[in-house]
């Protein structure tokens, strides 16, 4: 059923675990030490590793330390075998990465029970993590050609055109082509740029530093510039009229750049999924040492269980509704402000009212 990989110094308690396990149909695996566990398991590559704490040449806690330093063995079930559970000795090993602990002596069942509960466990993470990764290939593979395509064809569609039919185009048509080839190329750039920033973002997850240099910071009473940037996404929109924007003067804890792309995005898609003549609301208000961001719209919404699915590529009612945008931008909204200690909520009542609601520091706390 899985391979196991059982590290224990003394011989009669491994040769013991061995056999038990063996009879549940495992394949079982032993190393007498520490050092020769780690190199047992590169050549094995076990589902599941059982180790003792105390051994020579490396101890239990060197062994789990080195082995989830691997990329390989990071998601590996591992139960450490003790002789004294004691409450700093439990913590210490589930701050390395152990997934539980079995206390010497223990029964047969106690041994099945733990090894088939992680078992499972692990088994339902992968499951879950194909899913969501078949999810996501078959939102790519949907999405992708779509958004990079179409506006692609309305530019090589008006210059096509213009070449092919210069010499009879009245200048006010070649203007309106010419609008219509920057309106296009703009699309394209912003969704290209969408892909390399969530790119970036997903390759710098698990780089903390990297991450907090490059995302996190502080803004300064910032209102004109955002709102300049906001009004023009509205016209870019033509809907000018149908933005109501009231912004409180205050420090944010994210950089201005980030700050900017956020509410950007934010803006856009409230504009994008509401209808002309429908307000759109964007405020900012300071309480404290938080900063709100809420952005308001009365477009179709989203049901319950639509917001619970939101991610990277997803759209929905593609079918019902002509819809731009990869589904990228709350995704990227979402990964900036967490970085900056922000939370985001998003509330809809479908038909009536969508709100996205951002909740940010005024300033970073010292442990970023």
């Not at 082509?177 to 790119?199: D, V």
């Amino acid at each position: 059923m899985a391979t196991i990989l059982v590290i224990e110094d003394e011989q009669d308690i491994c040769e013991i675990i061995s056999e038990i396990l063996s009879e549940a149909d495992h394949t079982v695996f032993t190393a007498s030490n520490g050092r020769i566990g780690v190199e047992r398991a590169q050549e094995t590559a076990p589902d599941l590793i059982i180790c003792d704490i105390m051994m020579p040449e490396l101890d239990g806690y060197g062994v789990l330390s080195y082995l989830r330093s691997q990329e390989r063995f990071q998601t590996v079930p591992f139960i450490f075998l003790t002789a004294k559970a004691e409450k700093q000795q439990v913590r210490e090993g589930m701050n390395l990465g152990a997934d539980d602990y079995l206390s010497k002596p223990f029964t047969i069942s106690e041994l099945i029970g733990a090894v088939e509960a992680r078992l499972q466990k692990q088994q339902l993470w992968e499951q879950s993590s194909n899913q969501r990764l078949g999810e996501l290939r078959q939102n790519l593979t949907r999405s992708l050609p779509h958004e990079l395509l179409t506006p692609l064809n309305g530019i090589l569609g008006y210059a096509t055109f213009l070449c092919e039919e210069h010499e009879d185009i009245e200048p006010e048509d070649v203007y309106d082509m010419g609008m219509g080839i920057r309106t296009s190329a703009e699309r394209l750039y912003h969704s290209i740029q969408n892909f390399l920033l969530y790119a970036q973002l997903e390759l710098l997850k698990d780089d903390v530093q990297r991450s907090g240099e490059l995302f996190t910071g502080q803004s300064e009473q910032l209102t004109g510039t955002v709102s300049a940037r906001i009004q023009a996404i509205a016209q870019r929109h033509h809907r000018a009229e149908d933005l109501a924007i009231s912004l409180q003067d205050s420090p944010v804890a994210m950089p201005e750049t980030w700050l900017i792309k956020v509410l950007e995005e934010l803006v856009d898609n409230a504009f994008k999924f509401s209808e002309a003549g429908t307000p759109v609301q964007v405020e900012l208000t300071a309480s404290g040492e938080q900063v709100q961001v809420t952005v308001s719209d009365r477009g179709r919404g989203l049901q319950p269980e639509q917001i619970k699915q939101l991610g990277a590529y997803e759209q929905f009612d593609r079918k019902l509704y002509e819809q731009q945008g990869s589904g990228l931008g709350l995704e990227i909204v979402q990964r900036i402000v967490t970085l900056n200690q922000g939370t985001l909520t998003l509330e809809s009542q479908p038909g009536e009212l969508t709100q996205v609601r951002l909740t940010l520091p005024t300033q970073l706390s010292a442990a970023v």
